[in-house]
């Protein structure tokens, strides 16, 4: 008993410490950080859509080719082509045995080893604009209809749950596992030794980009790179002249030439700091004609007196027409910060 | 007018060191001048120094005389002057613009870390918008307590913050068979390397209470059209896999990943699974898409290797590049990058004959762990024809291979994996440019 006494404190003493400073990363979630919360069976179905090679994860359905025929043609034909040749796409059908050949053609049919992860890449991931919207009998019609393309399945075939996963694809065996690129300490298939001298007899291009390729493809590279640090310019880029005179570019607002010129450093809109509010300026001269003229005046030669006995010294730096636009920002009232 | 001297260290020569126009090379300057042209150029350069010198010493220039914007309590930007410093597509290779890519501008940028605006972006099924308050991430699968995760809890765990890279499998896919690209940009591009904060997976897979009898394999999936799924297995999942949030210091961008992706240092980029919303424990790998049809690698007896995640040691000297050009003869300083997937960068050789003799270069601290490693290395251009190129060694002892070690191996009907050494010609005329060598 005296030894449980003893005992107690010190072992509540600890827990308090890893609480307060969470010393370890073995915090169990029973005892640990209290973060997140079960996730219930109905969210983890609406999320869990993988399907493994053993067929886990297929959802009850079923779909014949005929059926996946007229959706294909519907909603996958645009892109693959209808016999799914399209190589521009991601090629559905032919090519089967090319792969050991010298002109591999990669194909569902050529190249997948599961007919599992069609139905999976299907139902997750297409028709590409509008993923997630097939029903599981359509998603079992259309990958019948593409194993038919190739021959894989026979043209009255019709697949589900138990069917799928025992169709033997012809690239099935294809696969093969190299431990040396799956994991950091794995051992590399290539030995390079690192020669330092004398060690080819001799260098030999054997290849290069052809003459004109680069522009016709490219356009003028020597845009992409950095006039300053690059070597190949001897000075600002030309871009870099026609971008600061972009006059298709949106006008200014009234503020920001206001902060170009300068004129935020004693000015804003709503409150003095060295000069008047824009705001107070545009009350002061409501429904006065001349103010334009009289505004530009006074800020070109400045003055003092108005609205108080510091100077607004003159403005030459401002254009004219930076002037002529600012005040008639300032005198609009509309004067906001941005 | 005798030729000025090669002045060292400069490499983008100033107005007033007699150059005639805007972009007239100064070797065709002596061009010009060798073929009788002195005339017209000293003409030239008279004009030429009216017009540009009005805002060099001794002159001051107007943004010395007038005050500046105020404070910019916005997003800051880079200047205007640094506005073609993009991303850029290869043209003509993807059919869409949402199954596509966008590559990092290696050749503009310093030191290891990629503006998170610049970095490569790879998407298979268009970019989400996605609102970080709904976005949910679920474990589930081989666990004693299947659970759902809101953003904030995620970003309440335990947290840690590393440098690693992310290179996509398929980086310089395009030179496996033959030379097709012109810049370094395009042939090294789908590579970046940041500051990643977020959760220890492994942290998480403790939350839920991971089967460690049974567990072998896990799924992670997107929340993106696609929900790209990808196998990862749990030796990598348990040792520095992160769920990460943070990307050089804010969230991650939404092309990469917003609010939450994986991080598996060290494999190839499409294991990073972006705008990442399940994480299924498993016993079995899922034999997804994206490492049947993709990101497999097709050797030359027809076989295809299956689940090669890891991305081996690479380099690549990004200035002087294919498409820039030597002005003169003198000083340059060769640069580059150089990672591995297996661990730090321990060494990096640099050639100018080819591969013929190699030298050290020199390594930029810090050296990390699957993290880009920048080197350089001092030439002095005698204004010969020269081939450069660089070669790493990791710390597990792997060489970087040549392209003719790399297909010897491989052959050349697979993609992925292309890690062989870059080499860049440079003409006498000071063109720089994209070859392979053997």
């Given at each position: 008993m005296s030894k449980w006494l003893e005992f107690m404190p010190r072992a509540l003493l600890a827990t308090q410490i890893v609480l307060v400073f969470g010393f370890t990363p073995q915090v169990t979630a029973a005892t640990g950080y209290g973060l997140g919360r079960p996730a219930t069976p109905a969210e983890i179905a609406g999320w869990d859509i993988?399907?493994?090679?053993?067929?886990?994860?297929?959802?009850?359905?079923?779909?014949?080719?005929?059926?996946?025929?007229?959706?294909?043609?519907?909603?996958?034909?645009?892109?693959?082509?209808?016999?799914?040749?399209?190589?521009?796409?991601?090629?559905?059908?032919?090519?089967?045995?090319?792969?050991?050949g010298s002109s591999p053609v990669w194909t569902v049919g050529s190249a997948l080893n599961n007919a599992t992860t069609l139905f999976d890449y299907i139902n997750r991931a297409m028709p590409f604009p509008?993923?997630?919207?097939?029903?599981?009998?359509?998603?079992?019609?259309?990958?019948?209809?593409?194993?038919?393309?190739?021959?894989?399945?026979?043209?009255?075939?019709?697949?589900?749950?138990?069917?799928?996963?025992?169709?033997?694809?012809?690239?099935?065996?294809?696969?093969?596992?190299f431990p040396g690129l799956m994991t950091a300490h794995g051992k590399s298939d290539i030995h390079a030794v690192a020669c330092m001298h004398d060690c080819v007899k001799q260098v030999k291009v054997i290849s290069e980009l052809p003459a004109g390729f680069t522009e016709k493809f490219f356009g003028d590279i020597s845009q992409e790179f950095r006039g300053l640090n690059t070597m190949n310019q001897t000075g600002e880029p030309q871009w870099v002249r026609v971008a600061l005179n972009d006059s298709s570019a949106a006008p200014p607002s009234g503020y920001a030439l206001a902060q170009k010129n300068g004129c935020t450093a004693c000015h804003a809109t709503d409150h003095k700091i060295v000069g008047p509010a824009y705001r107070d300026v545009a009350a002061k001269y409501q429904g006065d004609a001349q103010a334009l003229e009289k505004l530009k005046?006074?800020?070109?030669?400045?003055?003092?007196?108005?609205?108080?006995?510091?100077?607004?010294?003159?403005?030459?730096?401002?254009?004219?027409?930076?002037?002529?636009?600012?005040?008639?920002?300032?005198?609009?009232?509309?004067?906001?910060?941005? | 007018m005798s030729e000025p001297k090669p002045r060292y260290g400069r490499i983008v020569l100033a107005p007033e060191d007699f150059l005639p126009t805007r972009g007239l090379s100064r070797r065709a300057f002596f061009d010009l001048l060798a073929a009788g042209g002195a005339a017209a150029v000293s003409a030239a350069v008279a004009g030429r120094a009216q017009a540009d010198d009005a805002n060099l010493p001794p002159h001051v220039p107007p943004w010395s005389k007038r005050l500046g914007a105020p404070v910019n309590a916005a997003y800051g930007q880079p200047s205007p002057y640094e506005r073609n410093i993009i991303r850029r597509e290869d043209p003509g290779l993807t059919p869409t613009r949402e199954a596509s890519v966008v590559f990092t501008p290696l050749q503009n940028l310093f030191g290891i870390i990629t503006p998170s605006g610049l970095h490569f972006e790879r998407d298979h099924g268009g970019r989400p918008d996605i609102n970080p308050y709904e976005h949910r991430l679920m474990i589930h699968g081989l666990v004693r307590q299947p659970k759902?995760?809101?953003?904030?809890?995620?970003?309440?765990?335990?947290?840690?913050?590393?440098?690693?890279?992310?290179?996509?499998?398929?980086?310089?896919?395009?030179?496996?068979?033959?030379?097709?690209?012109?810049?370094?940009?395009?042939?090294?591009?789908?590579?970046?390397?940041s500051e990643f904060t977020g959760v220890l997976?492994?942290?998480?897979?403790?939350?839920?209470?991971?089967?460690?009898?049974?567990?072998?394999?896990?799924?992670?999936?997107?929340?993106?059209?696609?929900?790209?799924?990808?196998?990862?297995?749990?030796?990598?999942?348990?040792?520095?896999?992160?769920?990460?949030?943070?990307?050089?210091?804010?969230?991650?961008?939404?092309?990469n990943g917003y609010p939450l992706r994986l991080l598996v240092p060290g494999f190839?980029?499409?294991?990073?699974?972006?705008?990442?919303?399940?994480?299924?424990?498993?016993?079995?790998?899922?034999?997804?898409?994206?490492?049947?049809?993709?990101?497999?690698?097709?050797?030359?007896d027809g076989?295809?290797?299956?689940?090669?995640?890891?991305?081996?040691?690479?380099?690549?000297?990004?200035?002087?590049?294919?498409?820039?050009?030597?002005?003169?003869?003198?000083?340059?300083?060769?640069?580059?990058?150089?990672?591995?997937?297996?661990?730090?960068?321990?060494?990096?050789?640099?050639?100018?004959?080819?591969?013929?003799?190699?030298?050290?270069?020199?390594?930029?601290?810090?050296?990390?762990?699957?993290a880009l490693t920048r080197f350089r290395f001092d030439w002095h251009w005698d204004g010969s024809p020269a081939l450069l190129q660089s070669r790493c060694i990791d710390e597990t002892g792997y060489v970087q291979p040549t392209v003719t070690q790399w297909r010897a191996v491989r052959g050349t009907r697979s993609i992925y994996h292309y890690n062989a050494i870059q080499t860049w010609k440079v003409d006498p005329d000071g063109k720089v440019s994209n070859v392979q060598v053997a």
């Open positions: 993988d399907v493994r090679p053993d067929g886990q994860g297929l959802p009850p359905g079923r779909g014949s080719v005929a059926e996946g025929e007229k959706i294909y043609g519907e909603k996958c034909a645009s892109c693959h082509g209808d016999f799914g040749d399209n190589p521009q796409y991601a090629q559905l059908a032919g090519g089967v045995g090319s792969l050991a509008n993923p997630k919207s097939l029903t599981p009998d359509e998603v079992y019609a259309l990958s019948a209809y593409i194993l038919n393309l190739s021959n894989i399945v026979p043209a009255d075939a019709v697949l589900d749950q138990k069917t799928l996963p025992q169709v033997k694809m012809p690239n099935r065996d294809g696969f093969i596992l005046a006074k800020v070109r030669k400045g003055g003092a007196g108005v609205w108080g006995e510091v100077p607004m010294p003159p403005q030459t730096q401002v254009s004219d027409g930076d002037l002529d636009a600012i005040l008639k920002w300032v005198l609009s009232g509309g004067a906001t910060t941005p | 759902i995760y809101t953003v904030e809890d995620i970003l309440r765990f335990p947290s840690v913050s590393r440098i690693h890279f992310i290179e996509c499998g398929a980086n310089s896919a395009m030179e496996v068979r033959n030379v097709s690209v012109p810049t370094v940009q395009y042939t090294h591009g789908m590579l970046g390397c997976l492994s942290t998480l897979l403790d939350d839920v209470g991971y089967d460690k009898k049974r567990a072998r394999f896990i799924l992670a999936e997107g929340a993106d059209a696609a929900s790209l799924t990808r196998t990862i297995p749990i030796e990598a999942a348990l040792d520095d896999a992160m769920v990460v949030y943070g990307q050089n210091g804010e969230m991650l961008r939404p092309e190839q980029g499409i294991s990073n699974v972006k705008w990442l919303r399940r994480l299924k424990v498993g016993d079995q790998p899922f034999n997804t898409r994206e490492e049947t049809l993709h990101y497999s690698d097709l050797m030359p076989k295809t290797r299956q689940y090669t995640w890891i991305q081996e040691a690479k380099s690549v000297i990004t200035s002087p590049s294919g498409g820039q050009q030597l002005l003169d003869r003198g000083y340059y300083q060769i640069t580059g990058l150089a990672w591995s997937g297996r661990g730090k960068i321990r060494r990096v050789d640099v050639s100018t004959d080819g591969g013929r003799n190699w030298h050290p270069a020199r390594l930029q601290d810090p050296i990390l762990s699957k």
